[in-house]
């Protein structure tokens, strides 16, 4: 594919796959650095797509889910790490732009240019009320997109306050520290930095509390219920990178000489193939159903709590059948995915990776399945 220019494309399709080849091109250079590079960051940029989940009011896009889930889904199929590192920063200026007061929403998107938030919400900090802001702290692991952030997130346990509250705060840079030590098996070029928040004072604009979120700006974008925009986005990721494990695998069937003739000849790979395609194109149509009725549902009003379970069953679908093909892709590979350079061993490899995440671990399914047992 030849590369285009995303600024006179259309769609968001469009302007994703643009950028494709060069992505593409720079995935072996991201996982030696560890990151992405800066030449994709910007690129991306330019292209507003980090911007796409943020409010219209501040400059983002504020895209249907379904054009969220195409630019994670193509992102994803020419690297996943580009793919994943590019959802963690959007889902941060969705959160920054819906859900923070005026002087966080200045601050992180200047003259309607989003100055890029990621990091991790897990409750590993505290925070003390100081003023009309609070003194943090914290230690946290797996910040996603976090080199090229200006602002980092956190995840704090409010001292002091009965019943316990976390809230999630935006933290500006030059107070934090980084802790390197992104050495992993996949998803090695997004940067998951661990940091530290040594202690600090920030104005309570730049906190929200996830469970009682009050929403500032924007549509029903952000009334689909807090867990739907990384949802859709993880979902994403791992539907654009099993369509390139099936493109390399079926590309290696085509090339590899089995017999009289070549693999991609046989019956036994015709088979697993045509299942495994089923499968991802199961998935990819119950993820978008599942995720533009979320959509219509807040346009009319707000989703049902059954709606918003099945935000998580969608997601969880999607790499559960992610896992399944990669692995049967990877071992009809044999010894030729064996080696480092190999875009299907990296696929795979990112696959594996991101079904560890809270959002997509069989705890979740677990925690899901019995969700689901009491709800029919």
Request: net charge negative; aromatic share 10%; proline share 5%.
């Amino acid at each position: 594919m030849s590369e285009a220019d995303p600024a006179i494309v259309t769609s968001w399709l469009e302007r994703t796959r643009a950028l494709g080849p060069m992505i593409d091109a720079e995935a072996a250079a991201n996982e030696h650095a560890t990151e992405l590079s800066p030449k994709v960051v910007e690129a991306m940029d330019a292209a507003g797509l980090f911007a796409i989940l943020a409010p219209r009011e501040l400059g983002g896009g504020e895209v249907h889910p379904l054009d969220a889930i195409d630019v994670v889904s193509e992102l994803s199929y020419w690297d996943g790490s580009a793919g994943w590192y590019g959802h963690a920063v959007m889902v941060g200026g969705s959160v920054a732009g819906a859900f923070l007061g005026p002087k966080a929403a200045e601050a992180i998107f200047p003259d309607g240019r989003y100055a890029h938030a990621a990091g991790q919400a897990a409750p590993t900090g505290k925070a003390v009320r100081d003023g009309d802001g609070y003194r943090v702290s914290g230690q946290y692991s797996f910040a996603s997109g976090s080199p090229h952030a200006q602002f980092l997130v956190g995840g704090f346990m409010v001292e002091g306050r009965e019943p316990p509250t976390m809230l999630i705060g935006l933290v500006p840079r030059e107070n934090v520290e980084f802790l390197g030590n992104w050495d992993v098996l996949g998803l090695r070029g997004t940067g998951s930095y661990d940091f530290a928040v040594p202690e600090c004072w920030v104005h309570g604009d730049f906190f929200f509390n996830p469970a009682a979120p009050e929403q500032q700006r924007g549509g029903a974008l952000y009334r689909m219920g807090f867990m739907a925009h990384p949802q859709m986005c993880h979902a994403a990721f791992a539907l654009g990178a099993t369509r390139r494990v099936l493109d390399e695998w079926l590309a290696y069937a085509r090339g590899k000489v089995r017999g009289e003739g070549a693999l991609a000849d046989q019956q036994s790979f015709q088979r697993d193939f045509a299942m495994a395609t089923g499968e991802l194109r199961a998935a990819d149509a119950y993820l978008r159903q599942t995720f533009a009725g979320l959509y219509a549902a807040a346009e009319a009003g707000e989703p049902t709590p059954e709606q918003i379970l099945e935000g998580q069953v969608a997601t969880s679908h999607a790499f559960t059948m992610a896992k399944r093909v990669a692995q049967t892709a990877f071992n009809a590979a044999t010894t030729a995915a064996l080696r480092n350079g190999n875009a299907l061993q990296r696929a795979y490899r990112d696959v594996m990776a991101g079904s560890a995440h809270v959002i997509n671990s069989d705890q979740a399914l677990l925690d899901l399945g019995a969700a689901l047992a009491k709800s029919g």
